[in-house]
């Protein structure tokens, strides 16, 4: 799967709706991809697994009423693209990013989070393995809904990380 693929791939987690329901207290679960070397925390009393990808390369979890989804992938970064490369793409192509309010960057990651509508999106993306691999995970929420959600955003984000893998191996054929 080549980063252009996961740019058109991540154009359907800005589609979600996230919300949990206002409840600022959650049940934080552990996610470890051995395969491609990521991990994460999720709020695993509002938030459920609905859909792995039989390749491992996408989840999808959402809320008994599936108005909150919380969406994780991962590619090979065929491309080589750099993350400001894939940055300005993803700004450039894909619908919904013309007001970024908040949008930090390192030199293996970044993040981009605005309001689109009547919600609120938040997507972090880290290369890993050296920038062969991609791991990304993209949420979003009803923005009348912020005071509730921006621990549980910041409890997300900051247990997303890379790891190691078998797939940093195979990137490096």
Avoid: H
């Avoid at 695993?44 to 039989?54: G, I, Q, R, S, W």
């Amino acid at each position: 799967m080549s980063a252009r693929y996961f740019l058109f791939a991540s154009s359907a987690i800005l589609l979600g709706l996230l919300s949990l329901g206002g409840r600022a207290q959650a049940e934080w679960q552990s996610y470890r991809s051995e395969r491609f070397g990521y991990r994460f925390l999720y709020p695993a009393d509002l938030l459920k697994l609905v859909m792995e990808a039989p390749d491992g390369q996408s989840l999808e979890f959402q809320s008994d009423d599936g108005q909150t989804k919380l969406k994780v992938l991962t590619t090979f970064n065929t491309d080589n693209v750099s993350p400001a490369e894939y940055r300005a793409e993803i700004i450039r192509t894909l619908p919904g990013y013309g007001g970024i309010d908040y949008g930090p960057r390192g030199s293996s990651w970044f993040v981009l989070s605005g309001v689109r509508g009547s919600s609120i999106y938040y997507q972090k993306v880290l290369f890993a393995c050296g920038g062969r691999i991609i791991n990304a995970f993209a949420l979003t929420y009803p923005s009348a809904e912020k005071r509730e959600y921006d621990s549980i955003v910041t409890t997300i984000e900051k247990g997303f990380r890379s790891t190691s893998g078998p797939a940093c191996d195979a990137a490096g054929r």
